[in-house]
């Protein structure tokens, strides 16, 4: 079982930035695919970003592409999230997310492990 903790969420004005880290514990992360999702009031979960087991390859929706970014540091068993340019329609709670594997998907039902998730609102 891996445990994973989200923190960094907090309030932030339109265009401003936030990083978010995840903090994993119970195994070492070094073998998964580690990524972050989404879910604002009323939507689905929404792909973030995610990334290999090496850090040398990296996933995005269009939507957050050249604004996030997405870094692992397995001695730490951490992973961050970089927002930077946030808009309004950011605002979510962020989940970190852990698959056993090495295929990155979109789609949430193939991740194996969720935190509690980290609130991130941007205002206008």
């Known amino acids: 079982q891996v445990q994973l903790v989200e923190s960094g969420g907090g309030l932030v004005q339109a265009g401003g930035s936030l990083r978010l880290s995840c903090a994993a514990s119970?195994?070492?992360?070094?073998?998964?695919?580690m990524g972050w999702f989404r879910q604002a009031p009323g939507l689905e979960r929404e792909f973030v970003a995610a990334?290999?087991?090496?850090?040398?390859?990296?996933y995005w929706p269009d939507s957050v592409k050249g604004r996030f970014t997405i870094s692992r540091d397995n001695a730490k068993n951490t992973v961050s999230l970089q927002m930077n340019s946030l808009k309004p329609e950011d605002t979510a709670l962020y989940y970190c997310?852990?698959?056993?594997?090495?295929?990155?998907?979109?789609?949430?039902?193939?991740?194996?492990?969720w935190g509690q998730g980290t609130q991130v609102t941007v205002s206008s």
């Open positions: 990334i290999n087991w090496k850090g040398d390859s990296t």
């Open positions: 119970g195994r070492t992360i070094n073998s998964y695919i």
């Open positions: 997310v852990a698959r056993r594997g090495p295929t990155v998907y979109t789609d949430p039902v193939e991740y194996d492990f």
